[in-house]
């Protein structure tokens, strides 16, 4: 038996390898049925483009790296481990169809060959899993369920004043090639604050470290680059413009996407029950057989309804499929993407998405105003009409502004608002510029098909078990977030591979 993805004769079974196990492997291991049922040399044509056959000496089989990789994550194993397992196992060994004259790869084997396909690598395995599944049947088009979890960062999160120190020591040990005698006189500096500073409260620590920083910034502005040193300067630069994004989050507290590490400056603090620091891995998966369709890391303060359409759109356009339906959660409740899912212009995809409940329960909500169809005057409970609008810089916010004269007047003013304010101003009322959009979504939440819909919705909650807990993708491996998506697509590879046996077994049984 030979690799098909080159000549690699020395890796070759021999008839005492297959007759030692036949003699030692469990006829009902699971790792028979992954061998059989899945077309592992197809997954690994693919990744031939990453490896060169006219450099250095001949590698690996890829479809040997691949494997590993698959055994390392759906066991949770080191690269140390699962190599050292592949030493040892009879059966990891039979899966990897390794001789018994033969080492197992190396761990250093092993990272190098993550880094030879990157993202893009994992990415076209993941795609071909998808596309392998659904030569086979097992996808269908008619429901796509989304949801999201949170990916803690590899990371040891400083407090502030340590992110400030870790900071203004890197910028020092770039400005000592440059100008040894500035690096030198800023360490006196910061050797001073320290003094000062030591024992008292953060609150206080943190003004002159802050100015401290902000000094060796202005020093960066007004020094000149030479030519001998472009390297260096280019260097410090980059890492004055983080700099000035440190300096942006500790003097704003609104500002967006705070850094919470020098080592993975990818990683920002999010909410997802409880706050934490790292990414968002956002999927799609096919209600009828919970396989996952596709895969994305994101932000944490990035918008899950817009992911979704990506996710959506990316979807249809590798495969060149109509998907009819899909689920999201609340954080899918945005007017635009919603029009932009069912517009026949857009993806046409109906979607399902349930209803914001309004903050305000002893008034009349903001619902309960009638929109006209141009978007151009809104009506009150009690019939009365306002004109008077105004467009939110955003442009897709509406707010309308009734005449006190109407509300003085009116009988439901007690159950519309406390009571008027000094001004000409009655009640004020704020519409979505896709209001009609986010109706459609209310009406239709009210149905039975609705109701349907939402009981299918927690299969997807399972599958992302499967990937955060079972293929440990809770934790980042890695830092940087082209990384941890791909070590993301990697755990979104093995939970459908893992599925796919399970339904292809299953079938096989029903034909039985």
């Known amino acids: 038996m030979l690799a098909t993805c080159g000549d690699y004769r020395y890796y070759a079974l021999t008839q005492e390898d297959l007759d030692l196990f036949d003699r030692l492997l469990p006829y009902d291991h699971p790792l028979q049925d ?50 050292d397992r592949a030493s040892t196992d ?57 949801d999201a979890s949170h990916v803690i960062a590899c990371v040891a999160i400083p407090v ?3 992110l400030l120190g870790q900071l203004r020591d890197r910028l020092l040990c770039q400005i000592d090639p440059i100008a040894p005698e500035i690096s030198a006189g800023f360490r006196v500096a910061a050797a001073q604050i320290r003094e000062e500073t030591r024992g008292q409260k953060a609150e206080t620590q ?3 470290r802050i100015q401290l920083l902000q000094d060796i910034l202005e020093w960066i502005d007004e020094e000149k680059p030479t ?11 980059q890492t004055r413009q983080l700099a000035e994004k440190v300096l942006r989050d500790k003097t704003n507290p609104k500002e967006p996407e705070k850094i919470v590490s020098l080592v993975d ?12 620091d790292g990414y968002k891995v956002d999927i799609l998966v096919d209600a009828d057989s919970r396989l996952i369709t596709q895969i994305m890391v994101l932000s944490p303060t990035a918008s899950e309804a817009e992911s ?23 954080a899918g409740w945005n007017g635009e993407i919603l029009e932009k899912l069912e517009s026949p212009e857009g993806l046409n995809i109906k979607a399902f998405v349930p209803p914001r409940r309004s903050s305000n329960t002893k008034y009349f909500a903001n619902t309960e105003f009638e929109l006209s169809a141009d978007n151009q005057s809104l009506t009150c409970p009690a019939g009365k009409t306002s004109t008077q609008r105004n467009v939110h810089k955003d442009g897709k916010r509406i707010c309308f502004r009734f005449p006190r004269t109407a509300c003085e007047t009116c009988l439901l003013l007690s159950a519309c608002m406390k009571g008027l304010k000094d001004g000409d101003a009655g009640r004020s009322v704020t519409k979505s510029h896709f209001e009609n959009s986010l109706d459609r979504m209310r009406r239709r939440s009210k149905g039975e098909e609705y109701k349907s819909v939402r009981h299918e919705h927690p299969a997807v909650e399972r599958t992302l078990n499967d990937v955060m807990n079972r293929c440990d993708g809770r934790h980042a491996r890695y830092r940087g977030q082209p990384k941890v998506n791909a070590q993301q697509l990697l755990c979104g590879t093995v939970s459908n591979i893992k599925q796919m046996v399970r339904l292809l077994l299953r079938g096989l049984s029903t034909e039985c």
Not at 50 to 55: G, M, T
Not at 101 to 127: H, I, K, M, T, W
Not at 311 to 324: G, P, V
């Open 265 to 276: 400056t990818d990683a920002h603090r999010g909410r997802h029950g409880d706050y934490y």
């Open 308 to 330: 979704a359409y990506a996710m959506l759109s990316r979807e249809q356009e590798i495969y060149e499929n109509d998907i009819e339906n899909v689920s999201i959660d609340g």
């Open 160 to 162: 502030a004043v340590q």
């Open 34 to 83: 992954l061998f059989n049922l899945i077309d592992w040399e197809r997954l690994a044509g693919g990744l031939q483009p990453y490896f060169s056959d006219k450099r250095g000496c001949p590698s690996l089989p890829p479809i040997l790296w691949l494997k590993l990789e698959y055994l390392r994550c759906h066991y949770r194993l080191s690269d140390r481990e699962v190599c």
């Open 90 to 146: 009879i059966a990891f060994r039979w899966y990897l169809q390794l001789p018994f004259r033969c080492d197992p790869p190396s761990a250093s084997g092993l990272c190098r060959f993550r880094s030879r396909l990157g993202l893009e690598g994992y990415q076209s395995v993941f795609d071909e899993v998808v596309r392998l599944a659904r030569e086979q049947g097992l996808i269908k088009d008619r429901m796509r369920l989304k």
């Open 227 to 237: 030519t001998e040193l472009s390297d260096a300067w280019s260097q410090l630069v």
């Open 206 to 208: 943190l003004p002159p």
